[in-house]
């Protein structure tokens, strides 16, 4: 899912949240799109390129890609192990527990699960309305299971 989708999607949450949470809305909402932080880390290791402007570029590139083979019928193209560290569930429990500590990280938290979730509906979006031949194209959401696929 585009970063512009989650931030849409993520602010209109975010509204009818404030209500009831208050300032920590901010938190829900920062953490609901700033999650994929971990996409423009993983570039800049790659590439060796810390410009958030080829890092978006390149997204964008790999994005209308695959969207055309979807409409295509094609399998996607490009796949390999991606290193979402923040997408992966050892990361979330370690911040969820941090939320004993500070119900900051209650919110931090929610804002995360809240990511992950809109990620997971549009890739069934993506697998089961659009048909779309993913091939082995998607993400892994355990750290654990990460390093046991990449000895593979």
Known sequence: MLVSLHVIVSAIVSIILYPFLGWYTLVF?????????????EYAVEKKDLSLVRAYKSYMHYYHKNKANIKK????????????IFHFIEVLIIISLLSFIHKFFLYV????????????????????????????????????????????
């Open 73 to 84: 019928g094609n399998e996607l193209e490009h796949y390999k192990l991606h290193f979402h």
């Open 109 to 152: 938290t929610l804002g995360m699960v809240f990511h992950i979730i809109q990620d997971l509906i549009g890739l069934f979006f993506v697998r089961f309305v659009m048909k779309a031949n993913l091939g082995r194209a998607g993400r892994y959401y355990s750290l654990i299971y990460y390093l046991i696929k990449m000895k593979d």
């Open 29 to 41: 909402f920062l953490s609901a799109f700033l999650i994929d932080v971990d996409h423009y880390i």
